[in-house]
């Protein structure tokens, strides 16, 4: 009887959530990037000895972000900052989901080349005080710049169950980050405003407002693209369906073109590759395509795209386990995905001396250089940092690979 009358809250949510988000004015368009595909990236550094010209591409860095005391950490992101840095932000606690759970933050220098001392920027507590209501739990950090140069941070809350219990807070800076505001509680649905949880980045709309990706764990498993103005969503549109596709990651194309890929979470016997679908109306409406034929053991997605026209996706490219992570670029005109770094393989240990790789993060300071934070085995944040250069010796090599392939192909 009981599961009966939760069915039918469920679907009155539903009825009420449709009839509310029906009424809302058309969407503006997507917001043209900072920078244009079609600018070049600046050469490398040139040494000249003895006649030569020797070209100095400085390898990727590799860094740890900063131990809190926790033994368990997951689920880092960033965001760049108005003077260069990049400030990150994870949680960290006894394990996942547990009540001692903080959000911590911390700057990166390009400098120095170091990471600042931690931060606690949320707590459970912190978080029960703002928003006036039991939290069990929280999680999944997500960064934004606003319109009017503001930071906002979305995370995960919980009062009741597992994740699949979630909804969204948020809160402000008005400062890089050194101090927040109290958060508030987004309210996607009218009535039980259940189950919605983010791990993404957003995109911006012309008009100004936030285009944040956001996914269901309750009952189905999907996609949904939220459109928020001043901390409230005014709208949300479905992007996948059932119970396969969670996580969503957006690339923008043009004004109206933008394609999201996913984490898949199938059942056994259905392909274990990155599920896609594709908007043409700037976010309205999404309809699923082919999948990206690249294996996905129900592991999260990161990408970013940079001026060069080359994009760029982290994630375990095996269908099961997590203990291989990888980096993969393409030209957004082929589609077609080529590994450029392997960034951690443990495929030759034993199954019980493999770690996990996992929740890769990407974002790019200038459009030309990439920063990479991902969790380490559950104990670390592991953070990458690939240069202008690098990056474009890659796409050079990932272009010349086409070609040739291209060449094959014609004879």
């Not at 996913?262 to 274990?272: A, E």
Request: charged share 20%.
């Amino acid at each position: 009887m009981s599961r009966v009358i939760a069915l039918c809250f469920l679907l009155l949510a539903a009825v009420i959530g449709f009839l509310h988000i029906d009424s809302r004015p058309v969407w503006a368009p997507f917001a043209a990037p900072s920078f244009q595909a079609d600018e070049v990236l600046d050469e490398p550094a040139v040494t000249k000895a003895k006649g030569s010209v020797k070209t100095s591409i400085p390898a990727p860095q590799s860094h740890w972000l900063p131990d809190t005391g926790a033994p368990s950490v997951h689920a880092a992101s960033m965001i760049a900052l108005k003077d260069g840095a990049v400030r990150a932000f994870w949680f960290a606690g006894s394990r996942e989901g547990a009540a001692d759970v903080s959000i911590y933050s911390s700057v990166f220098d390009p400098k120095s080349s170091s990471w600042s001392a931690p931060i606690v920027v949320m707590d459970r507590i912190s978080a029960e005080k703002g928003l006036s209501r039991y939290i069990a739990k929280l999680g999944n950090p997500v960064p934004t710049r606003l319109a009017d140069g503001r930071l906002q941070l979305f995370f995960v809350t919980v009062s009741i169950g597992g994740w699949a219990g979630s909804s969204i807070s948020a809160i402000t800076s008005h400062d890089e980050g050194l101090t927040w505001t109290n958060p508030q509680r987004l309210i996607s649905s009218p009535l039980l405003n259940l189950s919605t949880l983010v791990k993404s980045p957003n995109v911006m709309f012309s008009d100004g407002l936030l285009g944040l990706p956001a996914y269901h764990e309750w009952i189905g498993r999907f996609g949904e693209f939220l459109r928020i103005d001043a901390g409230q969503v005014i709208d949300k549109r479905r992007m996948s369906s059932g119970r396969g596709a969670i996580q969503p990651l957006v690339f923008v194309n043009d004004a109206q073109d933008a394609s999201a890929y996913f984490r898949q979470t199938r059942s056994s016997g259905l392909p274990k590759q990155i599920p896609v679908s594709h908007t043409q109306n700037a976010g309205q409406t999404w309809q699923q395509s082919e999948d990206l034929a690249i294996a996905n053991p129900n592991s999260a997605v990161a990408g970013l795209a940079l001026k060069s026209g080359a994009r760029i996706l982290a994630l375990n490219n095996i269908e099961n386990g997590r203990y291989r992570l990888v980096l993969l670029m393409s030209d957004a005109k082929s589609g077609r995905w080529q590994i450029i770094e392997i960034l951690e393989d443990d495929e030759a240990l034993p199954d019980t001396q493999r770690k996990e790789f996992s929740y890769p993060y990407l974002i790019t300071v200038d459009g030309d250089d990439a920063h990479l934070v991902y969790t380490w085995d559950r104990k670390k944040i592991r953070h990458h940092y690939f240069s202008g250069a690098w990056l474009k010796r890659a796409y050079q090599q990932v272009n010349t690979a086409e070609a040739d392939a291209a060449h094959q192909e014609v004879q």
